[in-house]
């Protein structure tokens, strides 16, 4: 149920409705739109009456919510979800608006020299958030498996140095301090999507959440898991279409890329494309960072590393620096086309090749 408060409704009035929810043994959820104030209700086991609601003063309707997710579904909040990602150093990006953001960087933060490479990189093209996996969740435990909290360290030293944001994996609740202190945006990945209480526990955070769908996780399943995100206190969440499992093999998943207008139908919540894990093939990145701009995404999330052949997970799909700066230079107009912003500036080819000769 949502109920929906005047324009002119007052703190007391969206008060006094959230307390009687309360009372109800439900729990209220205030979600500020562009005109008005709504209240979500959750907790409830089957339909609530709207009678007492509706004689409270400063509500105009009470309606039922039809879908399974609620608080992250548009019938409960038609505006979109502008998610500000921002660190105490005074760097801050909005997601979700005009503005198109790329999450670039490698697969795993390997060393030093490398992250720092491309985190310089980064800043001379005017990209915002430097990626690096930490804690790497791989499918051979005899694989590289990331230098955990030391590559924590060096993110966070290569954002200093650079004024970048950062985004990176938190893999369980035991790193998830770590993380939080490090990250200004804890990833969820692709095999924990439907950790419930890995949700729960991201949720208790005050920093934005990356979430990225499942191998074979249906949209709906993938709306419900940040529904668990968002009605246990956090609202500033980020989806991420990461390719799905399909009968194809010659690509490493599906990039199901109609999953970005359906989502945008039917979720607030912004919706970031990972091209990279979406085709496990680097060729195939450009094309599908453009097609997932043109279809309407918010954000693509790139892998980079300076020389692929001896990354130490998902070489494959990395862009060398190069063909990422090129790849930038292209999606501009193709943002431009969709009615958004792509604020690069690969177009400095000079010095950003130079920083990763
Ligand atoms: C990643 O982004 O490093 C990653 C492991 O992605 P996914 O969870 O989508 O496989
Ligand atoms: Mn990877």
């Known amino acids: 149920m949502l109920i929906i408060m005047d324009a002119r409704a007052n703190q007391e009035q969206i008060q006094a409705v959230c307390e009687r929810i309360c009372e109800m043994g439900f729990k209220a959820h205030v979600i500020p739109g562009a005109d008005r104030v709504a209240i979500g209700i959750t907790g409830n086991k089957g339909a609530i009456d709207k009678e007492p609601f509706l004689s409270m003063s400063g509500v105009i ?26 660190n105490a150093r005074g760097a801050e990006v909005k997601i979700g608006g005009d503005e198109l953001h790329i999450m670039a960087g490698p697969c795993s933060v390997e060393s030093e ?36 909290r030391k590559g924590l360290e060096l993110l966070k030293s290569a954002a200093e140095q650079t004024g970048l944001l ?32 890995l949700l729960e526990a991201v949720a208790r955070y005050d920093k ?27 609202p500033n969440v980020m989806l991420c279409e990461r390719g799905i499992r399909t009968f194809e093999t010659y690509t490493r998943n599906t990039l199901d890329l ?8 039917l979720s607030h919540l912004p919706i970031i494309v990972d091209p990279s894990h979406g085709v496990g093939l680097w060729e195939h990145v450009a094309p599908m960072s453009k097609a997932a701009v043109a279809c309407g995404a918010n954000g693509l999330m790139i892998e980079v590393h300076p020389n692929p052949a001896e990354a130490l997970s998902d070489g494959p799909q990395s862009l060398k620096p190069k063909k990422f700066i090129a790849l930038l230079r292209d999606l501009k107009p193709i943002a431009e086309a969709v009615g958004k912003r792509l604020n690069v500036n690969a177009l400095n080819e000079t010095k950003s090749l130079e920083l990763c000769a």
């Open 61 to 86: 309707d009470a309606v039922r919510i039809t879908k399974p997710y609620k608080l992250v579904s548009r019938e409960v909040k038609p505006s979109d979800t502008i998610v500000v990602v921002k």
């Open 113 to 148: 020299a490398q992250i720092n490479e491309i985190a310089h990189l980064l800043k001379a093209a005017g990209v915002k958030i430097l990626r690096g996996g930490a804690f790497k969740p791989r499918t051979s435990p005899y694989a590289f498996q990331g230098l955990k």
């Open 166 to 197: 950062v985004v990176t994996e938190v893999k369980d609740a035991e790193s998830l301090p770590a993380v939080a202190e490090h990250s200004d945006i804890l990833q969820i990945g692709a095999r924990n999507m439907q950790n419930f209480s």
């Open 208 to 234: 934005p959440v990356l979430l990225k769908r499942g191998l074979a996780a249906t949209i709906e399943e993938f709306l419900m898991a940040a529904e668990y995100i968002v009605s246990n206190g956090n």
């Open 258 to 265: 109609s999953c970005v207008p359906v989502v945008q139908h």
